[in-house]
């Protein structure tokens, strides 16, 4: 009989050390983790990332380039056909 080894347990990272570590505002942190805007771990008063986490926060506040912004383009495009229509006022 084999015993099975337990899974192992993954890295936490204070939210203070990756807001130091990624130079990201640690109130900014603060409040979004409260709003619930990223998946991390809450441990009395403390918070806690794992790896993964980390990396899916910065993901999600990565930037997206112009050209890869259609949503702009169509907004941009449907402003100026609105400014086309507008009479001048007389």
């Known amino acids: ?3 099975q080894a337990p ?7 204070l939210l203070e050390e990756v807001a130091t570590k990624y130079r990201l505002s640690l109130i900014g942190l603060r409040r ?5 805007g990223f998946t991390h771990i809450k ?5 806690f990332l794992t790896d993964e986490q980390v990396l899916s ?3 999600g506040s ?3 380039g112009k050209a890869q912004s259609q949503r702009e383009e169509d907004l941009a495009a449907t402003a100026a ?7 001048p006022a007389a």
């Open 32 to 36: 979004k983790a409260r709003a619930k």
């Open 57 to 59: 926060l910065l993901q």
């Open 1 to 3: 009989m084999t015993t």
């Open 81 to 87: 056909r609105v400014g086309r229509r507008r009479r």
């Open 62 to 64: 990565t930037v997206v």
């Open 7 to 13: 899974p192992a347990l993954p890295q936490l990272h």
């Open 43 to 47: 441990i009395g008063k403390q918070r």
